[in-house]
Structure formats: C-alpha cells, structure tokens
C-alpha cells in the first residue's frame, strides 16, 4: 500500500518570533509512519517542522510549517500521485492571525520582522480556516488519481459520550475516525475506532493502531480493486 501520512503540528505566524501553535509533538504519527513503513508500506510522511519525524525505509518525509503549508502540500501530492490511503493525523490550526493592533497601529501577520513588544496591550484577530479534512478526495481526483480512503482523527478533553459521537459525525468525509481524550491519554493512550458513526474498535497505544489500520485498510483495497 501506497500510504500519505500528517504528522504534528502547524505554526501559524504573528511576526518573525511569534506564533499560534497547539501541543502536538508528532510523537504518535513519527510511530505509525515508521510501524507501516515496516510492515512494506510505501509512506510518505507530512510532518510539522517543530515535531518528531520517522526515519527508515520506505519513507519520504517533506516538512511543513502553516496551515498553507499543509494544505498546499497535500494538495500536491494527491494531484501528481496516486495513494490507497491518507492517514490525516496532523493537529491543524482552526485560526489563523489576521491582523494585530499594537500601540495605535495595524499590522499584518508574517516573518518578515519582530513586533515592538513595548506596547501594553496587542490584539491578534484570528481568521477561521477551512477544513482540509474535506477537501483531501477532491484534490485526488482533480488530479484524474483515485480517491483514497481517508482516515481522520479527534481529539477531545474529557468530552461526554454524546458529544464525542457528535464530534466523530462531524467528519463526514472520513472513512474511518480514530478519537482519543486527553482526559485517558495518562500512562495508556487509548484510540476508539469508528466507521459510519458506530465504534468499532478500541486499541491501545500507536504502534497497536498501526497495525490495525494496516489490515483495516489492506483488507479495503482488496475489496476494491
């Protein structure tokens, strides 16, 4: 199998030292890139530049920073090559900055230099971003290239059972659905595995998701083709 793989997450920028990030190490994507990359996969891995990345055979490994960034990538590759499978495990930034206000004046967001930071107050507006997620089978098939199987993930913080199906639901456009809580994520990292809004499995730790994916997914390319 042909797998694209997101890992980590994006940086988005306010000025040259400045940035809005969230706590995604690319810890769990470096681990299931490198279990499938073992298990034959051919993978091609997206990770953030602040993140961990795998290494070993098999495996492409292209850096992003911003949500541009990944959308551009990913949009990219699913035009100029076929994939079986796109694991989107990528912690993406629902904002970006807009435009900051400091000390009587507006500014735009970017790297080209550092905001004074005499002022007492600054104000970032966030613009909200689109959601990769649905747009990752269309930019496969503009490309005239199959449309993969699409694996999503959510994370939730202590969310009640109700909402976290709500959330899941949420992802029409995935295949699969992989969620955890950071409410469990103490010591055992628990993944719960839904198809069609029903949980279909739970597994335990990264490398054991990895596996499961691959003979999820092997097993639906064989149906297919």
Sequence with gaps: MKI???????????????????????????????????????????????????????LRVVEFSTFADLNGALRQFLRKESFDAVIHLAAVSDYSPARIEAGGREYLPGLDAKLDSSPEEMRVTLR????????????????????????????TSGAAPAKVLEKVNALRSADLVVHN????????????????????????GPAALAGWLYKSLSRTEALCC
């Design 4 to 58: 694209l793989l997101t890992s980590g997450g994006t940086r988005e920028p306010i000025d040259a030292a400045r940035f809005v990030t969230n706590l995604s190490t690319g810890n769990t994507g470096r681990i299931i890139a490198e279990a499938l990359a073992g298990l034959g996969c051919e993978v091609v891995c997206l990770a953030a530049a602040g993140g961990v990345k795998p290494a070993g055979v098999n």
């Design 128 to 155: 909200r971003n689109f959601k990769i997620l649905d747009r990752i089978k269309g930019y496969a098939a503009a490309g005239n290239r199959q449309k993969p199987q699409l694996v999503g993930f959510k994370l």
């Design 181 to 204: 809580d950071l409410a469990e994520m103490k010591g055992a990292h628990p993944f719960h595995i839904y198809k069609g809004g029903r949980r279909i499995a739970d597994i335990e």
